[in-house]
Structures are given as structure tokens and as C-alpha cells.
């Protein structure tokens, strides 16, 4: 699922960053790699630490909650962390976060629309079966 959001991702924004920010096609490519990672990584770990009513929410066309908001935040910052680690210098990947963020957030709530089976299927069997195991490890580590 993630791969189909990336490819509407770079048909949306591929043009823009090569021409408001002179991006090559390979550098284009690498932003939507780091996207990928951003993404995934965001939304497993929110879902593992915390559960899916934030996701849901932030994917909605629902005002976001302040957890909302600050999961927004994260994911902005994850961006950047992953476009800096694919070699952009911190003006680039922020300037390209600026161009990015607002497209994978409408991109991911027209996925999930605020249906948390929606979000279940984006993040396949693996993704529920580790938060799963994640979260019962908790609960019996609490135990004993």
C-alpha cells in the first residue's frame, strides 16, 4: 500500500521539485524513498506505541487533536531525518518536507479516511501482528 501512495506521491510532486527546486529525476527518486521511510516508519511506531485512534484522526477530515497534531509533527520531522540521510543538506530536505508534507497527508487520508480498517490494511497483517506482540510483551513484562 505504501508503494501506491508513493507512486501518487511522485506523479503530484515529482514536477514541482524539479522545477521550483532544480531536483534531478535521481534526486526525485531518493525523496520518494526517503518519503516511503518516513511514512512507514511514523505511522508503525505510533500504531505500536500508541495504538490507531491518533492515525485515524490525523487521516480524517476530522479537526486534529493535539496528538494529531504533534503525530504531524513527527512525521515532518522524520521526513527531513530521511532526506538528510539520502544526502540533502538540511535547507533541501526541509524545503522539500515544506513541498511534500501537505501532499502525503491528503494522500494518506484519501487512503484511510478516517476508517480504521483502512489504516489496518496500510499496515498489512505484519505491521498488526508486531504491534500485537509488542504490546502483550508490555502487558505481560508488567505482570512479572
Do not use: H, R, Y
Request: overall charge negative; glycine content about 10%; cysteine-free.
Amino acid at each position: 500500500m505504501f508503494d501506491s501512495i508513493l507512486d501518487s506521491l511522485k506523479g503530484e510532486v515529482g514536477n514541482t521539485l524539479m522545477s521550483k527546486l532544480g531536483l534531478s529525476e535521481a534526486e526525485v527518486d531518493k525523496t520518494m524513498q526517503g518519503s516511503k521511510e518516513a511514512m512507514e516508519t511514523t505511522i508503525t511506531n505510533e500504531a505500536k506505541n500508541n495504538g490507531m485512534d491518533t492515525l485515524v484522526n490525523l487521516f480524517s477530515d476530522k479537526t486534529n487533536t493535539s496528538g494529531a497534531s504533534n503525530l504531524l509533527g513527527t512525521l515532518g520531522s522524520n521526513l527531513i531525518s530521511s532526506l538528510t540521510s539520502k544526502g540533502f543538506d538540511s535547507s533541501k530536505s526541509s524545503s522539500i518536507a515544506t513541498i511534500i508534507l501537505p501532499v502525503i497527508t491528503n494522500l494518506l487520508s484519501s487512503k484511510i479516511g478516517g476508517d480504521s480498517s483502512n489504516l489496518t490494511s496500510i499496515l498489512g497483517s505484519d505491521g498488526i501482528s508486531d504491534m500485537i506482540e509488542d504490546k502483550a510483551k508490555g502487558f505481560l513484562k508488567g505482570l512479572f
